[in-house]
């Protein structure tokens, strides 16, 4: 059973997620065991080099972590993340589509693909979340 009854309600919640709502991260879409969360990149996302920081495309990844964890077990935590970067973006967004792959009675399995709005895939990220 899905802990938001609507996707307005879940971005209500995670308005208090003030890292990811600063850096410009919203989610988009919700359902009961996945969701699709973005970003417009600005030049304070950007390294010394001008590329992406990781830690933008990481965070991302793991604001969806979380709004699907918790969208299927509330209260949840971040037990064990991984992230492979596949390619640097280049477009003007970052899109984290999120899937349930194991929901167990305290863990929960997701992968979470991250693109730009050109299609690119930009890394692969699979989380396991804690029931609290």
């Known amino acids: ?45 950007r390294n010394a080099y001008g590329g992406v920081m990781g830690g933008v495309i990481f965070t991302l990844a793991d604001f969806a972590l979380a709004v699907t964890s918790n969208q299927i077990h509330s209260l949840s935590v971040a037990q064990q993340v991984s992230i492979n970067y596949l390619n640097a973006p280049k477009g003007t967004r970052l899109i984290a589509h999120s899937q349930c792959i194991k929901n167990g009675k305290t863990t929960t399995v997701i992968n979470v693909d991250v693109t730009d709005d050109t299609g690119r895939q930009i890394a692969k990220f699979v989380g396991t979340a804690f029931k609290l």
Not at 10 to 39: P, Y
């Open 1 to 45: 059973m899905a802990t938001y009854k609507t996707l307005e309600e879940a971005q209500e919640v995670f308005r208090n997620d003030r890292f990811a709502t600063s850096n410009g991260m919203q989610i988009d879409e919700l359902g009961e065991d996945c969701c699709r969360c973005s970003m417009t990149i600005t030049q304070d996302h």
